[in-house]
């Protein structure tokens, strides 16, 4: 009698850390400016792709709103939150937006003083 072993999935449950975070942008005139000024970044990875653009980072990624306002040609204050949502389809990771430009987390707990979460256990 034989026994079979079911091969290990390679898409098995890990809740390991990835460390990463990370926006999907429109493949568009604005979404791909973001893009080249990210893609100077240490840390960041992007990642064209036809009808999208990847941006992924180790740890946290800053979306500096003046900087991507300059790279479109645009007055400062042209591009802000407003502006990065219409041309962000999907995150993951903490998004914190602020005045001048817009903060991506890995990890929450890294995000913990922009929102105001006390990691203090009680």
């Given at each position: ?11 098995k449950s890990d809740s390991t850390p990835s ?68 041309n962000m389809s999907t995150h993951y990771g ?29």
């Amino acid at each position: 009698m034989s026994t079979f072993k079911t091969a290990e999935s390679p898409f098995k449950s890990d809740s390991t850390p990835s460390n990463m975070c990370g926006v999907t942008l429109m493949n568009n005139q604005v979404g791909a400016v973001v893009a080249e000024v990210m893609a100077t970044k240490d840390g960041v990875t992007v990642t064209p792709l036809p009808s999208m653009i990847r941006v992924d980072a180790v740890n946290r990624m800053d979306f500096v709103y003046d900087e991507l306002s300059e790279a479109l040609g645009e007055d400062e204050g042209y591009f802000d939150s407003a502006e990065f949502e219409e041309n962000m389809s999907t995150h993951y990771g903490r998004m914190i937006h602020l005045d001048d430009r817009t903060i991506m987390f890995a990890n929450p707990e890294d995000a913990a003083d922009y929102i105001g979460f006390d990691l203090t256990a009680h």
